[in-house]
T-cell receptor, first 113, second 114 residues
């Protein structure tokens, strides 16, 4: 699976959009971009994933560049409860084989009041 | 719908003691996983299972054993605990490989080996 690079930490003002970048320049054609987050002391939580089209759900939006070498997770209106470590993971998507998630260090997002 | 439940939530062991961590899921997921997370680090996969009666090694399997006798349960065993196994242990499950719906994680077991 392709490796990812994320900033170690970011701050965001409450109510503003939080934009979390991820670089995955070695991504392969059949690899998806997944985002998870881990709020302090809790288990990770799935947020969103995409292949090449932009995706949006009730939690966030995912913007993937046309060359797929980088992506941005957008939390449109960050709240204090969004303070967490955000993990960007690249891996093969659906299918019967167990493609385990490989977690890096992630980005510590701190939402400031 | 409880999702993924881990027991116990906390445990302190003496070096050399054994214990079993239990993970139970009620989502009828085929795949289950055990991860460990050390302070300030990401999660590392210990063992995983793609179905009842099957198990496989992950990134850091040494010192652990697992069993999947029932589809809904995935047990992680420490036969002879060592201080290096002090960590937070997370169990997860997924529909097949977790591609379309992601993984569902439990709330973790905090284990200290003294």
């Amino acid at each position: 699976d392709a490796k990812t690079t994320q900033p170690t930490s970011m701050d965001c003002a409450e109510g503003r959009a939080a934009n979390l970048p991820c670089n995955h320049s070695t991504i392969s054609g059949n690899e998806y971009v997944y985002w998870y987050r881990q709020i302090h002391s809790q288990g990770p939580q799935y947020i969103i994933h995409g292949l090449k089209n932009n995706e949006t759900n009730e939690m966030a939006s995912l913007i993937i560049t046309e060359d797929r070498k980088s992506s941005t997770l957008i939390l449109p209106h960050a709240t204090l409860r969004d303070t967490a470590v955000y993990y960007c993971i690249v891996r093969v998507g659906s299918g019967g084989s167990a493609r385990q998630l490989t977690f890096g260090s992630g980005t510590q997002l701190t939402v400031l009041p | 719908n409880a999702g993924v439940t881990q027991t116990p939530k906390f445990r302190v062991l003496k070096t050399g003691q054994s214990m079993t961590l239990l993970c139970a899921q009620d989502m009828n997921h085929e795949y289950m996983y055990w991860y460990r997370q050390d302070p300030g680090m990401g999660l590392r996969l210990i063992h995983y299972s793609v179905g009842e009666g099957t198990t496989a090694k992950g990134e850091v399997p040494d010192g652990y054993n697992v069993s999947r006798l029932k589809k809904q349960n995935f047990l992680l065993g420490l036969e002879s605990a060592a201080p290096s196994q002090t960590s937070v242990y997370f169990c997860a499950s997924s529909y097949l490989g977790g591609g379309s719906y992601g993984y569902t994680f439990g709330s973790g077991t905090r284990l200290t080996v003294v």
